[in-house]
Nanobody, 119 residues
Framework: QVQLVESGGGLVQAGGSLRLSCAAS????????MGWFRQAPGKEREFVAS????????SYADSVKGRFTISRDNAKNTVYLQMNSLKPEDTAVYYC????????????WGQGTQITVSS
């Protein structure tokens, strides 16, 4: 079982930047695909970005392409989300998630960290 803890959230003004971190427990972290999701007030959870276990393939929601970058450091059991040019519509609780090999859905989730972008 993998446990995930997000950090790095906070309040920023539009156009600013933040970097989220997701620290994972477990010695098999390097075999897990990782993703970032977010949920705004009154909205359903939506996909933000993902990265394969190898770090060689990434995917982004259209709304964040060119602004957000997902990366991972398997040696540190950590995945990151660098968020630049933040917009008020990026305001949400951001969740880190993990998906093991051969599994379709993300099975493990962090507690979430709040990102608030003021206009």
């Amino acid at each position: 079982q993998v446990q995930l803890v997000e950090s790095g959230g906070g309040l920023v003004q539009a156009g600013g930047s933040l970097r989220l971190s997701c620290a994972a427990s477990g010695r098999t972290f390097d075999t897990y695909d990782m993703g970032w999701f977010r949920q705004a007030p009154g909205k359903e959870r939506e996909f933000v970005a993902s990265i394969r276990w190898s770090g060689g393939s990434t995917s982004y929601a259209d709304s964040v392409k060119g602004r957000f970058t997902i990366s991972r450091d398997n040696a540190k059991n950590t995945v990151y989300l660098q968020m630049n040019s933040l917009k008020p519509e990026d305001t949400a609780v951001y969740y880190c998630a993990a998906r093991g090999p051969g599994v379709y859905e993300y099975r493990y989730w962090g507690q979430g960290t709040q990102i608030t972008v003021s206009s």
